[in-house]
């Protein structure tokens, strides 16, 4: 999968959903722009002023859109990652050089701009004092998930591979087939003899 | 798809047990199946590496992982591996390869009962192992959430035990060639 800046090789056939992931990666590798520069975690401080506060409710909803930036990029990511091993699965997309490490990195950088320790502290220090007065950071369960998920996905970390079945590889029909489906079909020729029962 | 050379000869004093409902696979059992075996040939040897084959290989383990198929395994009341079955959706475009909407039809990337079932237990044909559980697999298509009219598996040429079966036991009729392997084709919707 290349990116939009990358040179298109000569005599390579880019097909729509090359470019559709190419673009959802780049979206994504912006994304993760936008958060590693907005640093809207480090509004998480001085709980002790109370939730009544209103400094403290504005810089509240702050970190809270911070922490739902991050679950929605990790949810993208996992997404367009999911979405390309199919493809490849499939034999509808082969590997290309580099590919891969380039793929990994969007989640290796998820974890260090998302996942970092001084975000890992303000987040404790931050909830402690909302936990004081009875209140929780809205969203906080799903990003620890996403924190909990990169470092699985990062762990176990292969290259995606065809499928070794050949029948789970997309194919084509030529005339031949669908005039032979269409004979089926009509002639009820191959039609399902009873009616199969589950193992109980 | 594997169900193929003659069974071996059983102790006429074993006793064979009844299926459970099938288990989902994934990784998880990827111990349970280490031993798997569906014979010697090169295609039954293909049935069971598909199942043993390690996460990130583009066995069994993968297909569930990427939800391209579910897979089961098949036990008996007292815990003895019987065999395997797969189902998944594939796509096939027309008439154009490129461009034309794809027909979606249900597929069974493989299925596979364990050299010592097979043929077994002694007795009718619709009482063997490996038909109760291509039943299952035929019971499952029909439950599927998206329902689709085909039902699609490849098969190995050579395999004459396996293509018998499924053409005399269920009706499937042969359908041209995927990748080197015969496709055979079964309608699922019911008779009027």
């Known amino acids: 999968m290349r990116l939009k800046s990358d040179p298109i090789p000569a005599g390579s056939e880019v097909g729509p959903m090359t470019t559709l992931l190419d673009r959802h990666r780049t979206a994504v590798a912006a994304q993760l722009d936008a958060i590693e520069q907005t640093k809207a975690y480090e509004a998480a401080r001085d709980g002790e002023e109370g939730a009544a506060n209103g400094e403290f409710a504005e810089r509240r909803g702050l970190v809270e859109s911070w922490i739902a930036l991050c679950t929605l990029t990790f949810a993208l990511a996992s997404n367009l990652n999911r979405e390309w091993r199919r493809r490849i699965f499939r034999g509808v997309e082969t590997l290309g050089p580099g590919e891969s490490d380039a793929m990994r990195a969007l989640f290796e950088r998820w974890d260090r701009v998302c996942n970092n320790e001084p975000v890992r502290q303000r987040l404790q220090e931050f909830e402690a004092s909302l936990a004081a007065h009875g209140e929780k950071l809205r969203g906080v369960e799903e990003y620890r998930a996403c924190c909990q998920q990169v470092g699985e996905v990062l762990a176990g970390w292969a290259a995606p591979v065809v499928s070794k079945a050949v029948a789970l590889q997309e194919g084509e029909l030529s005339e031949e087939d669908v005039s032979r489906l269409e004979a089926l079909a009509q002639s009820g020729a191959a039609r399902a003899k009873g009616e199969p029962r589950r193992i109980r | ?192």
């Open chain 2, 1 to 192: 798809v594997s169900d193929s050379s003659s069974p071996p000869p059983a102790d006429p004093d074993r006793v064979w047990h009844p299926l459970v409902p099938a288990v989902d696979f994934s990784a998880a059992l990827l111990p349970r199946v280490a031993g798997f075996d569906c014979g010697q040939l090169d295609y039954e040897k293909e049935v069971a590496d598909w199942l043993k084959a390690p996460r990130g290989s583009g066995g069994a383990a993968d297909a569930v992982e990427l939800g391209e198929a579910k897979v089961w395994l098949y036990e008996t009341t007292i815990g003895e591996l019987v065999g395997y079955g797969s189902l998944g959706v594939t796509h096939w475009r027309h008439p154009n390869p490129k461009k034309s909407p794809k027909i979606a039809m249900h597929i069974i990337p493989f299925f596979g009962v364990r050299t010592e079932f097979r043929g077994r237990p002694p007795g009718e044909r619709k009482t063997h192992y490996s038909s109760l559980i291509f039943n299952d697999l035929l019971a499952r298509a029909l439950d599927w959430p998206d329902k689709h009219r085909w039902l699609v598996l490849c098969v190995d040429a050579a395999n004459v035990r396996a293509i018998n079966f499924y053409r005399d036991e269920f009706n499937f009729a042969e359908f041209g060639e995927h990748k080197g392997k015969m496709r055979m084709i079964l309608d699922l919707r019911p008779s009027s």
